[in-house]
């Protein structure tokens, strides 16, 4: 088999195939499988892994729904991120906050964490962000501008370590 220099992201949103910038060098385009969970109170007959979540200062046991990435979400929902790498390298998740003018807030590395360098993957691995081991395993969307209107994430999987700084809240900053 050849070896693999680089990977690119095929994106693909509702069924269609979404440009993707003109590849750099050598690129293989694989597959990501990506699985977004929105974290509820628990309805009767619910039998799945229930997560602690902070419930208006009270610790609660809640459920995790997948949902359709493309849903629409409300400023408080807690959310978690299911990613299974399709070959082995090193994972990193970035988001920034999209204005309804078509801007983008400051990039913000959401894994790994300042705190938790380790970020290599295997194929076939599935990882969980936040880990299910945090105190509180969501991110809660908490938009920071007047004229929010969403967010936009990046996974990528690298051959080689990428090397970001990033202040004390992890954003980038180069």
């Known amino acids: 088999s050849k070896k693999r220099e680089k990977v690119a992201i095929r994106w693909k949103r509702s069924g269609k195939s979404v440009k993707r910038p003109k590849p750099v060098g050598k690129l293989i385009a694989s597959d990501i499988g990506i699985t977004v969970w929105k974290m509820r109170r628990p309805l009767a007959g619910d039998n799945g892994v229930q997560l602690v979540v902070d419930a208006d200062g009270r610790d609660e046991l809640w459920s995790s729904v997948r949902v359709d990435p493309t849903s629409n979400f409300r400023a408080g ?7 299974e790498s399709p070959t082995a390298g090193f994972l ?7 204005s309804s003018d078509g801007g983008f807030g400051e990039p913000s590395l959401i894994f790994p964490t300042a705190d938790a360098k380790y970020n290599s993957v295997t194929a076939g691995m599935l990882v969980d962000i936040p880990d299910q081991k945090e105190n509180y395993p969501y991110f809660t969307l908490r938009p920071s501008r007047g004229n929010y209107a969403g967010e936009l994430v990046a996974i990528i999987i690298t051959q080689a370590k990428l090397d970001f700084q990033l202040d004390d809240k992890g954003k980038i900053l180069n």
């Open 92 to 98: 990193y998740v970035i988001n920034s906050e999209v």
């Open 77 to 83: 929902d807690r959310i978690r991120i299911g990613i």
